[in-house]
């Protein structure tokens, strides 16, 4: 194995972080574009640290999401960035909001059991619509007559939302789950149809 020095060791987890798709854990670093380097994971994880701190007070930041580590923008940034793109955030309705954020809340969950606490059953559209975002999957069947379909959230669902992982969601006595989500600025409910 060869070795490599701090600087480069820090050049080629940034770099690697840079154009990487998705967040990256250290051990998926060593696997990857360090595999041929004699580094351990606590050496990574240091690098990692360090440059959090190079990054705090710039307007790109190296955070952690979903268990991994990737750049983004300041948020306070995000509304002058926007006009960056043409294209406008995603208008949810908000049932679709709701049933996310029972989903997020009281995984694993069934349809039945959202539809009960909404007091309302739930389109077809709003669970195709959540499973096409890649933010729900069912991950097993409930042991009941019919078997329906437990649903919990994704990896990146926890990635759109800049969490690091499901604890990381505000506690629901502070504010409802609905606002939390449309805090994130990332997402806009529909206004409702009169």
């Not at 996310?100 to 009960?116: N, V």
């Not at 759109?160 to 969601?169: H, K, M, P, R, V």
Request: proline content about 6%.
């Amino acid at each position: 194995m060869k070795r490599i020095s701090d600087e480069q060791l820090k050049q080629l987890i940034e770099a690697a972080l840079f154009v990487a798709d998705a967040p990256m854990t250290a051990r998926g670093l060593k696997d990857s574009v360090l595999a041929g380097f004699a580094v351990s994971i606590g050496r990574i994880n240091e690098t990692l640290d360090e440059l959090e701190l190079d990054y705090r007070p710039r307007g790109v930041q190296l955070v952690r999401v979903g268990g991994g580590y990737r750049f983004q923008t300041l948020e306070s940034l995000s509304p002058l960035l926007g006009n960056l793109w043409e294209e406008r955030a995603p208008r949810y309705s908000r049932a679709l909001l709701e049933t996310l954020a029972l989903i997020a809340y009281r995984q694993p969950i069934t349809r039945g059991q959202i539809e009960k606490v909404r007091g309302v059953s739930i389109s077809a559209n709003i669970m195709r619509t959540l499973q096409d975002r890649g933010w729900i999957k069912v991950v097993g069947h409930k042991e009941v007559p019919g078997r329906p379909a437990l649903y919990a959230t994704t990896d990146a669902f926890l990635h759109y939302f800049c969490l690091d992982s499901l604890s990381s969601l505000p506690p629901l006595d502070e504010e409802s789950a609905l606002d939390a989500l449309l805090s994130t600025g990332q997402i806009e409910a529909e206004p409702p149809v009169h």
